[in-house]
């Protein structure tokens, strides 16, 4: 099952903030998960326990608690863990992560102008598996930044309704990513 198919089934992706949330994920229709939360203690067993429901488990690198943000703790996660992807904000784990097998999700930051054409740049030059993007309820950016980068786009933070679910999808992200559960099951 890999990330494509998984996105186009069902575009909504579970993120879970919370690892008391992790069962209500696992039990959604969601094929894919993103950890938000966790620890060097916590991970291996929430990703054998996502991989068990047969579901895509990408980790927030940069929001795990007792990981150094330097290239050994990537090795560190591939070989206690084996999450199929991470997602981080930091440019330059992307190559590294890229090299130990690891999908990768650039997280970007959409502020003002000025930070979606550093984005743009930025994906330009690392290449990512696919973006995450934040604010998701920008549909005008949403539309650049996947026409201008060529490289699927997930949309997250601040999707409310399912309208702001369909306009995104309708600007050309591939999938949404969401912590409000009752959107997992539109």
């Not at 991470?86 to 930051?109: C, D, G, P």
């Not at 740049?121 to 996947?146: D, F, M, Q, W, Y």
Request: with cysteine; charged share 25%; aromatic share 6%.
């Amino acid at each position: 099952m890999d990330f494509t198919a998984s996105i186009q089934r069902n575009p909504l992706v579970a993120s879970v903030s919370d690892l008391a949330r992790l069962d209500a994920a696992l039990k959604s229709p969601c094929e894919i998960i993103f950890l938000l939360k966790g620890d060097i203690f916590s991970i291996p067993d929430a990703v054998r326990r996502i991989h068990q429901a047969e579901k895509k488990v990408y980790i927030h690198f940069d929001l795990m608690e007792g990981f150094s943000r330097e290239q050994v703790a990537l090795r560190f996660l591939k070989e206690k863990a084996d999450p199929d992807g991470i997602i981080t904000t930091r440019v330059n784990l992307i190559k590294f992560a890229k090299e130990l097998q690891f999908s990768t999700i650039q997280r970007v930051f959409m502020l003002d102008s000025l930070s979606v054409e550093t984005a743009i740049r930025s994906i330009k030059s690392t290449r990512p598996h696919a973006i995450e993007l934040l604010p998701g309820i920008i549909p005008r950016v949403v539309k650049r930044v996947c026409q201008e980068t060529r490289i699927p786009v997930i949309a997250g933070g601040l999707i409310e309704s399912k309208e702001d679910i369909i306009a995104t999808l309708q600007a050309g992200a591939v999938g949404i990513s969401t912590t409000k559960e009752e959107l997992w099951y539109l």
